[in-house]
């Protein structure tokens, strides 16, 4: 496996009922709606996107449920979409695009699978709630247990920022300890001991950490450049005994795409345990995604605590922690830490988990991400240096990114030296030709296996043609 430009790996509205009087833009959104089917595609604009998102406005904070969504680091408008199936997006202008966002990466077997739809119908039969147990959360927990070398007991919750959450409070609760490294641009959730030099949605905002969080919540957290061997040593130095976890995210997914040095996760594995603190790898996006064990096993690291999400939910809200046995009876209500979630285990987030866990067992499906992924990516690359631009980046089976920089991108500091105004531009001209990209330079981009051959070629293609233009 080789690198590529030192930074990854190539080849290798529904309107709401409200009581209240109407308003002009509630109508608005909701007759856009209405028409908004079965649009036949045109020339592309973005009209009733434009529309729907005014009207949002009104109704959320910045229109949107999740900042990133706004568009703000790359201009223009959000886009409204109203379906999705296997590599495909349609907005509710009727435009069509390549998606390489996945839902933010959960949708590893296509958008809309067949098979994880028929799965939910039967078990929606049954009901969406039960607020008590039932037996698909142990299947889907066996499954994760048999899966990913760190665990031997998990806890399901409902988003990554729980499952991180828990594992921190567990890691205290363990440790008897209060300190906790993170890593400058990795993005743990919206928890206020994580919002510490943070990366996703608040580097892409430009706010480095965030308004109403108190001092007494971050006081503890610790934080260093991630690939940074020598300030992680000399914060245990300066912290002897105090330090109760180091996390991370063992691929940077929230700060662009970003890969770890060949000697950074052994040396963390190895000054963890020689300080009696806990590692936790947080693969909330790589888990299931860079090998069925996730990163640890794509290393051949194992953690002592490990962060889920996404993909274990098939696309629905999921997250779950897990970790060696002896931590994890530490949880309630087996040992004292409490942590509680009315619907954690719902039975249709365990549902299409289970589904897309089994698709995913089988033969050849990383090897089938691997060589798709490095074809988009080698090819954007090669499009980019064909069109005068500095650009590096790179792959792990279904997940990728690049940087309009020469590089190598190390760090969040190296990625924050990438020109985010051209990659604006470049966004736009990819949403013009039919390609969805996340809306910021600081996210990675994800594959699928509904990705085809054909998929990636006219990504390349157009990649090629936006980037001789801008």
């Given at each position: 496996?080789?690198?590529?430009?030192?930074?990854?790996?190539?080849?290798?509205?529904?309107?709401?009922?409200?009581?209240?009087?109407?308003?002009?833009?509630?109508?608005?959104?909701?007759?856009?709606?209405?028409?908004?089917?079965?649009?036949?595609?045109?020339?592309?604009?973005?009209?009733?996107?434009?529309?729907?998102?005014?009207?949002?406005?009104?109704?959320?904070?910045?229109?949107?449920?999740?900042?990133v969504?706004?568009?703000?680091?790359?201009?223009?408008?959000?886009?409204?979409?109203?379906?999705?199936?296997?590599?495909?997006?349609?907005?509710?202008?009727?435009?069509?695009?390549?998606?390489?966002?996945?839902?933010?990466?959960?949708?590893?077997?296509?958008?809309?699978?067949?098979?994880?739809?028929?799965?939910?119908?039967e078990?929606?039969?049954?009901?969406?709630?039960?607020?008590?147990?039932?037996v698909?959360?142990?299947?889907?927990?066996?499954?994760?247990?048999?899966a990913?070398?760190?665990?031997?007991?998990?806890?399901?919750?409902?988003?990554?920022?729980?499952a991180?959450?828990?594992a921190?409070?567990?890691?205290?609760?363990?440790?008897?300890?209060?300190?906790?490294?993170?890593?400058?641009?990795?993005?743990?959730?919206?928890?206020?001991?994580?919002?510490?030099?943070?990366?996703?949605?608040?580097?892409?905002?430009?706010?480095?950490?965030?308004?109403?969080?108190?001092?007494?919540?971050?006081?503890?957290?610790?934080?260093?450049?991630?690939?940074?061997?020598?300030?992680?040593?000399?914060?245990?130095?300066?912290?002897?005994?105090?330090?109760?976890?180091?996390?991370?995210?063992?691929?940077?997914?929230?700060?662009?795409?970003?890969?770890?040095?060949?000697?950074?996760?052994?040396?963390?594995?190895?000054i963890?345990?020689?300080?009696?603190?806990?590692?936790?790898?947080?693969?909330?996006?790589?888990?299931?995604?860079?090998?069925?064990?996730?990163?640890?096993?794509?290393?051949?690291?194992?953690?002592?605590?490990?962060?889920?999400?996404?993909?274990?939910?098939?696309?629905?809200?999921?997250g779950?922690?897990?970790?060696?046995?002896?931590?994890?009876?530490?949880?309630?209500p087996?040992?004292?830490?409490?942590?509680?979630?009315?619907?954690?285990?719902?039975?249709?987030?365990?549902?299409?988990?289970?589904?897309?866990?089994?698709r995913?067992?089988?033969?050849?499906?990383?090897?089938?991400?691997?060589?798709?992924?490095?074809?988009?990516?080698?090819?954007?690359?090669?499009?980019?240096?064909?069109?005068?631009?500095?650009?590096?980046g790179?792959?792990?089976?279904?997940?990728?990114?690049?940087?309009?920089?020469?590089?190598?991108?190390?760090?969040?500091?190296?990625?924050?030296?990438?020109?985010?105004?051209?990659?604006?531009?470049?966004?736009?001209?990819?949403?013009?030709?039919?390609?969805?990209?996340?809306?910021?330079?600081?996210?990675?981009?994800?594959?699928?296996?509904?990705?085809?051959?054909?998929?990636?070629?006219?990504?390349?293609?157009?990649?090629?043609?936006?980037?001789?233009?801008?």
């Amino acid at each position: 496996m080789t690198s590529v430009s030192g930074v990854g790996y190539s080849r290798s509205l529904f309107p709401a009922l409200s009581t209240k009087p109407s308003r002009s833009p509630s109508r608005r959104v909701a007759s856009v709606i209405r028409n908004a089917v079965s649009v036949e595609k045109k020339s592309f604009t973005l009209d009733k996107s434009e529309e729907i998102f005014n009207a949002a406005k009104e109704l959320m904070p910045g229109g949107v449920n999740s900042p990133v969504r706004a568009f703000k680091s790359v201009g223009g408008q959000p886009i409204v979409f109203d379906s999705v199936k296997g590599s495909r997006m349609w907005d509710v202008d009727g435009n069509e695009y390549i998606d390489y966002v996945g839902s933010w990466g959960p949708a590893i077997i296509g958008h809309a699978d067949d098979k994880v739809n028929a799965a939910l119908i039967e078990t929606l039969k049954k009901g969406t709630s039960f607020g008590a147990p039932c037996v698909l959360e142990n299947v889907l927990a066996e499954m994760v247990i048999s899966a990913v070398p760190s665990v031997e007991m998990v806890r399901f919750v409902n988003s990554g920022t729980e499952a991180c959450m828990g594992a921190l409070r567990l890691a205290r609760a363990f440790t008897g300890r209060q300190k906790v490294i993170k890593f400058e641009g990795c993005y743990h959730g919206h928890a206020d001991s994580f919002l510490v030099k943070a990366g996703s949605g608040v580097a892409t905002l430009g706010l480095p950490d965030s308004p109403g969080v108190p001092k007494g919540a971050t006081s503890d957290t610790l934080t260093s450049p991630y690939n940074d061997l020598e300030t992680i040593k000399n914060l245990f130095n300066t912290h002897k005994g105090d330090i109760a976890a180091v996390i991370l995210e063992p691929v940077v997914g929230n700060a662009g795409f970003i890969t770890p040095k060949p000697e950074f996760l052994n040396s963390l594995r190895k000054i963890t345990k020689e300080n009696g603190a806990l590692l936790i790898f947080d693969e909330v996006m790589t888990g299931f995604r860079l090998a069925y064990g996730g990163a640890q096993e794509y290393f051949g690291i194992i953690p002592d605590l490990t962060t889920m999400g996404k993909i274990i939910g098939g696309g629905l809200p999921v997250g779950a922690y897990g970790g060696r046995r002896d931590i994890m009876e530490k949880v309630a209500p087996a040992g004292p830490m409490y942590q509680a979630g009315t619907l954690s285990g719902n039975p249709l987030a365990m549902t299409a988990g289970i589904h897309t866990l089994k698709r995913l067992m089988e033969p050849g499906c990383y090897d089938y991400l691997d060589n798709i992924t490095g074809d988009l990516v080698n090819g954007i690359l090669d499009a980019g240096k064909r069109g005068g631009h500095e650009m590096c980046g790179g792959h792990i089976r279904g997940m990728f990114g690049f940087f309009f920089t020469g590089g190598p991108v190390h760090n969040f500091a190296d990625a924050k030296k990438s020109d985010t105004s051209k990659f604006a531009r470049f966004h736009r001209g990819m949403l013009e030709e039919g390609v969805y990209l996340a809306p910021s330079q600081f996210e990675a981009g994800f594959t699928s296996l509904a990705h085809s051959s054909k998929d990636i070629e006219q990504t390349v293609e157009a990649a090629e043609r936006v980037l001789q233009r801008i």
